[in-house]
């Protein structure tokens, strides 16, 4: 590189990059290293090309500015010579005349421009020379400053095919030299980035793109009567030059087919590929031309990134219109006069290869993105890489990160997601339990109060209705009203008896228990209608666990009862059993009629039952709650009383610690 070497060419303006990766994809050297998802450029791997600046659509990569140092150069005593490059017909479509955009670039204060397409005339010459010549090697074109320095950094073997002939930029220059002076400063115009730092032979170097800046700063515009021509040397048929095989249509060849000598490609894939099977030796010919553009007309320093045919006619155009015109003696006299000149250019390898990581660490990172077989290898290319293996280099040597494979991330998010549930579900049924407890503690209170001041007088009314009832005969008319007395005393007790169970602060009484035996023996406490099944399914790894026995039976029991309770019709009651190696799990399911959505969350509500009258005490799910909280497990419930959605019935889940 010339004397822009220790600059950025492209620089990635970090607020702006959205990471779509569409840089890392487009760069045919990948020279984009991901950092925290920011697409930044690697200097020392960076070509010039400029693709990652024309497909960034919002603007995040940029290239190196040199209107500053051109704006002192024309501010000194110097004087400066523009040159510019034979695309600007291109560029310059909404500027009819092509003289008054000569004279535009004077009035920014040139002394001369010239036509860099003369020093394109001068190089066709020493090509054809060197294709029709005896020289057996075969050579690759070096006007494309992005093609030298790909071939110099990733393929250093084939510095000695690159064509030993100077760039249309550098030949110009030092024609520019012959004719105005040793003393002269000169200014390349282009579509090109790499031109900035292609030759020290050239003082400084701008773009299409920022010679419209300076126009626009210093508000110069076209005038009909205001023009002027190219200064001497006049260019020919090097006119052509930046369209695809350009340089070969202005010295009469063509890569036909038949012939094979010549073989021309353009843009970032196709010049990869020539350059790589002719490494293999696959293909053989005399001479390549490669760019690294789809033709210099598609430059990245062009205002207009599209319409690529269009551009083509526009050259097309011009040159028609240049050759109507031209002056053949006057070329030919030029074309003599510097034909002593030196039009060499010598190339050295700077080899800038990234050895491959080991296999192994490859297969690491591959098997972090969950891509375990080929089959999960899905090069789609999201990432920016070709194939999964080339990304997992990348990341192995530090220019890629994990998240940049789509398929990966979107796992990554979908199980984030599933967490995310899972939690929200945690979280859900902690309220609900806390809800639960602060219920339970303040009616356990309360229970405890009224049941202990309701025993006393609870006690005498059943010992004095029960004297009264032994005293009176049945025949008595009396003795029914001493009966249900008696009875609803009796049912009074009981529920007093409940609540003192439920408001009770006893400790939990473990021993060891055989859970296989205890489940089998706590369905034989309980009657089993006819018209209902019971299933009983147990899978213990281990049968042993730390139970309080007699608070358990009467979780089970309750719970069995219920079940057959809902299900007045049949059905089957199930019992399954398992564990793992710190819990038991008991699944309690029937196939009833289930209970109704807006209950759910009155369930271990003490006094809250859906019985009828005298069937229950609604006291029985609040002490099953209590119990399983004292064992430090957790109970849960899934019910249905939609047909439509499936069987009807409820499960209650019981997770207790073994020990």
Not at 147 to 166: G, M, R, W
Request: aromatic share 6%; hydrophobic share 35%; proline share 4%.
């Amino acid at each position: 590189m010339g004397h822009a070497e220790r600059n950025k060419l492209v620089i990635t303006v970090k607020d702006k990059c959205r990471v779509c990766y569409t840089c890392v994809r487009e760069c045919p050297v990948k020279a984009i290293k991901i950092n925290n998802g920011q697409a930044e450029v690697i200097n020392e791997r960076c070509i010039g090309c400029g693709n990652c600046v024309k497909v960034c659509s919002q603007g995040a990569k940029v290239f190196l500015d040199s209107k500053n140092e051109v704006e002192q150069l024309l501010n000194s005593d110097e004087r400066v010579i523009a040159c510019i490059a034979p695309s600007f017909p291109a560029e310059f479509s909404d500027i009819k005349d092509y003289q008054c955009l000569v004279r535009m670039i004077k009035r920014l204060g040139f002394l001369k421009v010239v036509e860099v397409a003369f020093g394109a005339d001068l190089i066709a010459s020493e090509y054809r020379q060197m294709i029709d010549g005896d020289d057996p090697t075969p050579y690759i074109s070096s006007d494309c400053p992005s093609i030298v320095y790909y071939i110099e950094h990733y393929h250093p073997d084939l510095v000695k095919n690159l064509s030993p002939i100077a760039s249309p930029m550098v030949a110009i220059t030092r024609v520019i030299h012959e004719e105005y002076g040793k003393d002269v400063k000169v200014v390349f115009i282009g579509p090109c980035i790499a031109k900035k730092a292609e030759s020290n032979e050239v003082d400084e170097a701008i773009t299409f793109k920022e010679l419209r800046e300076l126009f626009l700063k210093y508000q110069i515009v076209p005038q009909k009567d205001d023009r002027c021509d190219f200064d001497p040397p006049k260019a020919a048929k090097g006119a052509v030059f930046p369209v695809s095989r350009g340089l070969i249509q202005s010295i009469d060849k063509s890569d036909d087919l038949v012939n094979g000598k010549i073989i021309t490609a353009s843009g970032k894939d196709n010049f990869k590929e020539i350059i790589k099977e002719f490494e293999s030796g696959e293909i053989d010919c005399k001479y390549m031309e490669l760019l690294c553009c789809k033709g210099c007309i598609m430059g990245p320093g062009m205002t207009n990134k599209d319409q690529r045919y269009f551009k083509r006619s526009q050259i097309s155009n011009y040159v028609k219109q240049k050759l109507e015109q031209f002056d053949q003696e006057e070329w030919e006299a030029y074309i003599k006069k510097y034909s002593h000149l030196d039009l060499s250019q010598s190339f050295s390898s700077n080899d800038r290869r990234v050895e491959k990581p080991e296999q192994s660490s490859i297969e690491k990172v591959l098997l972090s993105m969950g891509k375990r077989k080929p089959s999960d290898y899905l090069n789609c290319g999201t990432c920016g890489y070709d194939t999964c293996e080339e990304h997992a280099i990348a990341i192995v040597q530090g220019y890629a990160e994990t998240e940049m494979c789509l398929p990966y991330s979107i796992e990554k998010l979908h199980k984030s997601i599933e967490d995310l549930n899972i939690s929200n579900e945690h979280l859900d049924n902690a309220r609900i339990a806390l809800k639960h407890s602060e219920k339970l503690a303040h009616m356990g209170q309360l229970s405890a109060g009224i049941a202990h001041e309701l025993n006393n007088p609870l006690g005498v009314i059943t010992m004095y209705s029960n004297i009264l009832k032994e005293e009176t005969t049945p025949d008595n008319p009396m003795f029914k009203d001493l009966e249900l007395i008696v009875d609803q005393t009796e049912r009074c007790k009981k529920i007093v008896g409940g609540l003192l169970n439920f408001a009770r602060k006893n400790q939990v009484k473990k021993v060891e228990t055989n859970l296989e035996k205890f489940v089998i023996h706590s369905t034989e406490s309980i009657i089993l209608p006819s018209n209902i099944k019971l299933k009983v399914n147990t899978n213990l790894t281990d049968s042993l666990v730390m139970i309080d026995q007699d608070q358990m039976m009467q979780v089970l029991t309750n719970l069995e009862k219920n079940a057959i309770e809902a299900m007045p019709n049949g059905g089957i009651l199930s019992i399954d059993v398992t564990d793992t190696e710190s819990d038991f799990k008991i699944k309690i399911s029937d196939t009833g009629v289930g209970i109704p959505q807006e209950n759910m969350d009155k369930l271990y509500t003490p006094f809250f039952t859906t019985k009828a009258l005298g069937k229950g005490t609604g006291l029985g799910l609040p002490l099953v709650y209590g119990i399983i909280k004292m064992h430090r497990g957790q109970i849960n419930v899934i019910s249905n009383t939609d047909e439509s959605k499936g069987q009807t019935g409820t499960t209650f889940i019981i997770d207790v610690p073994k020990f």
